[in-house]
């Protein structure tokens, strides 16, 4: 099974900007989807934003748009997430995964990882 590590959180301001990375273990087929999550203290995970490795398929939740852009390099296996204009509200960790394509559902049996902490402060 591919294992995928998150990494680039950090503590930064309201307005700030921040770029996750997942790398992921072994490529998968390029059709493959991938995406970000965050768990915000005391609420339950939600989805951020998918990508296939191709990169022709992309989504964001609308409180992102516009301000995180989600983007791969398929040759070193990596997915990442530019964060913009970052708000309190943000604060989150972050996970990465594979998902169904064309949903914001986690693949059945796939694990999660430790994720990055984000926090944007006011």
């Known amino acids: 099974q591919v294992q995928l590590v998150e990494s680039g959180g950090g503590l930064v301001q309201t307005g700030g900007s921040l770029r996750l990375s997942c790398a992921a273990s072994?490529?998968?087929?390029?059709?493959?989807?991938l995406g970000w999550f965050r768990r915000a203290p005391g609420k339950e995970r939600e989805f951020v934003a998918r990508?296939?490795?191709?990169?022709?398929?992309?989504y964001y939740r609308d409180s992102v748009k516009g301000r995180f852009t989600i983007s791969t390099d398929y040759a070193k296996t990596t997915m990442y997430l530019q964060m913009n204009s970052l708000k309190p509200e943000d604060t989150a960790v972050y996970y990465c995964?594979?998902?169904?394509?064309?949903?914001?559902?986690?693949?059945?049996?796939?694990?999660w990882g430790q994720g990055t902490q984000v926090t944007v402060s006011s």
């Open positions: 072994k490529r998968t087929f390029s059709t493959s989807t």
């Open positions: 995964n594979l998902v169904v394509p064309g949903t914001s559902l986690v693949i059945p049996g796939r694990s």
């Open positions: 990508i296939t490795w191709s990169g022709d398929s992309i």
